[in-house]
């Protein structure tokens, strides 16, 4: 057996950051700049009201309250025609470019209208620059709003608009190719015939490829059979950045799928001293990267966790690969036994007000699934006898923990 950060980092060497694309900002959430992202403009580009409400000089509410005389009304987009003299007041809505003259905005709720609108009583003193937004008072043109690196997420996408880009460089979304393999599987809710089981590796993975914004190819069923797995593979790297197989990486008989990459590719067949997930091949056909999971449904998510997720956030430029780690208290005990393998086992978590609590699912097996559906972290247990109750024990997050 190899140690999990052998394993890792024999993956990582092998996988290259993905080129680099233009795409339409609408979508670029998810993905990683490769460019530095520059203002275009002074964002706001003018200075203008934060409020509805009404446009004054400062000095004219030193007494408040006080009566104004209304001269207009300004609504957003319209250049301002008018100018605020002395004991005058424009009424003027949100986002409307300031009138000459005027140093201040009273906001509405602060006022009373008199008569037919024509003044206004102003209620509160306000200072110079009362809801104004200055040019330049968000960022200047020229600024360096985003390095290469940044994630992109919904805020930035508003920054992109807001300077007018349409367009931003960013590291390629990565096409994944996702195929099972094996006689025994079957798909659909046809009856099972003796020997059958419904493949469901391939859909959970093609769901976590999407979850970190990966294009799937779905590949389909594979028998088990040399010619048909050999050009599934070959076909799939012509169009893939990485593929996944499931099933067929261990020792047995009928593991073509060890037998074709052996034959065709640069591959590394591992068992890694990780419970569950032990088997694993990796390796390049035709330099696209193969990620050979094992069968088993929680062995297979458990493996792509590990291994997978990390290396194609890698390749996608994330400076952040790794799901967020917690310590949190054991409200039941974690055993196990002295095995040589570091133990991933399926958990709930709890958030407190500042702390965490984790707690076993029944039904550990690499093929109960059931349990790793219902979980949200992976508690890690080094080798050794496992983690009494009220211990602490460092877990993996795969989902936002229940609060309590």
């Not at 050999?230 to 037998?259: H, I, P, Q, R, W």
Request: hydrophobic share 40%; charged share 25%.
């Amino acid at each position: 057996m190899i140690e999990l950060e052998e394993a890792r980092e024999f993956i990582f060497n092998h996988c290259s950051k993905l080129s680099i694309d233009e795409v339409e900002i609408s979508k670029s959430r998810g993905l990683v700049l490769a460019d530095t992202v520059i203002s275009n403009d002074d964002v706001p580009p003018f200075p203008n009201t934060a409020m509805d409400g009404y446009a004054v000089r400062a000095l004219d509410t030193e007494h408040a309250p006080v009566e104004l005389k209304v001269t207009g009304t300004l609504p957003a987009g319209k250049v301002p025609d008018l100018k605020v003299g002395p004991d005058e007041a424009v009424r003027i809505m949100t986002g409307a470019v300031i009138p000459e003259g005027a140093d201040a905005v009273v906001m509405v709720e602060k006022t009373k209208d008199v008569e037919n609108g024509s003044s206004v009583i102003v209620e509160e003193t306000v200072k110079n620059g009362n809801f104004i937004r200055q040019p330049g008072e968000d960022f200047v043109k020229g600024s360096e709003l985003f390095n290469s690196g940044t994630l992109i997420g919904a805020a930035h996408i508003g920054v992109f608009a807001t300077i007018g880009l349409e367009k931003v460089t960013v590291f390629k979304r990565p096409v994944v190719g996702v195929m099972s393999t094996g006689d025994e599987l079957v798909q659909g809710s046809s009856q099972l015939k003796p020997g059958q089981i419904r493949d469901s590796n391939r859909h959970s993975i093609k769901a976590l490829l999407e979850e970190i914004g990966a294009e799937t190819i779905d590949l389909g069923l594979i028998p088990d059979d040399e010619k048909a797995i050999e050009s599934a593979l070959l076909s799939a790297v012509e169009k893939c950045d990485a593929v996944v197989t499931s099933g067929g990486v261990s020792m047995g008989d009928f593991d073509y799928v060890k037998v074709v990459l052996d034959r065709l590719g640069e591959m590394k067949w591992m068992q890694v001293a990780i419970k569950p997930a032990k088997p694993l091949a990796f390796g390049l056909l035709n330099g696209v990267p193969i990620f050979g999971l094992p069968g088993n449904p929680v062995s297979a998510m458990v493996s792509f966790e590990l291994f997978m997720r990390p290396a194609l956030l890698k390749m996608m430029g994330y400076e952040q690969i790794w799901r967020p780690c917690v310590k949190a208290k054991a409200t039941t005990p974690l055993k196990r036994r002295k095995d040589g393998k570091v133990h991933f086992a399926r958990v709930t978590l709890t958030r407190k007000e500042d702390s965490y609590e984790v707690t076993l699912l029944e039904g550990q097996g690499s093929h109960q699934l059931a349990a790793m559906a219902n979980a949200q972290g992976l508690a890690v247990l080094p080798n050794g006898e496992g983690v009494e109750k009220g211990d602490f024990v460092e877990v993996l997050q795969l989902t936002e923990p229940e609060i309590d």
